[in-house]
């Protein structure tokens, strides 16, 4: 009686619980990306779909229009490290305010009248040698700040940009600067 269990057992481990895990070796999984301090993971849509990573950084400035109303302006420089798409992109967001630091919330793509003035606005450039080294600017989209403080700035992002020969490319993804 003993040996019966034991040669069942063995039969059991051995040959059914290999199959199982061989059953489901085809199934798709879903990765959830780690999002670690100063990194950025977005998808970039371009006829093909990349997984694009990198390096983040932010700088806040105080900057006062022409006609003295005051800008809470935020820039985020996203610098890829990623052997498959090396790129380049400049995200800023500048709202109308009287402190530096910008508030949660939404910002859409707006028109920028000028460089030099700031405005209520959302404005990105994006550059890659791959994608044959002409810039992107924003077309349409916008950005989500979910943290804000003065060591570092969350969100997410979802943009269309469009080079000057009317060719475009959608980000997507999440962020966290330090």
Same mark, same amino acid.
């Given at each position: ?59 806040? /400035? ?17 610098? +890829?490290? @990623?052997? !498959? ?5 400049? !995200?800023?967001?500048? %709202? ?15 028109? !920028? ?11 990105? /450039? ?23 403080? %003065? ?14 020969? +009317? ?8 962020? @966290?600067?330090?």
């Amino acid at each position: 009686m003993y040996s019966l269990a034991i040669k069942l057992m063995k039969i059991i481990i051995l040959g059914v619980f290999p199959l199982l895990l061989i059953s489901s070796a085809g199934k798709d999984t879903k990765l959830i990306p780690l999002a670690l301090n100063g990194t950025y993971m977005l998808q970039l849509e371009e006829g093909l779909l990349y997984n694009v990573s990198g390096v983040i950084s932010f700088n806040t /400035a105080m900057e006062t229009a022409a006609n003295g109303r005051c800008f809470s302006v935020l820039e985020l420089n996203f610098l +890829g490290d @990623d052997e !498959v798409l090396p790129h380049h992109m400049e !995200v800023m967001v500048s %709202k109308e305010s009287n402190t530096s630091t910008l508030p949660l919330g939404n910002y859409k793509v707006g028109t !920028v009248d000028s460089f030099l003035n700031p405005s209520n606005s959302l404005f990105a /450039a994006f550059s890659s040698d791959v994608l044959g080294e002409q810039l992107y600017f924003t077309k349409n989209g916008n950005i989500r700040i979910t943290h804000f403080c %003065k060591t570092s700035v969350k969100g997410t992002l979802s943009l269309v940009l469009e080079n000057q020969v +009317g060719k475009t490319i959608r980000i997507k993804g999440d962020f @966290d600067a330090r």
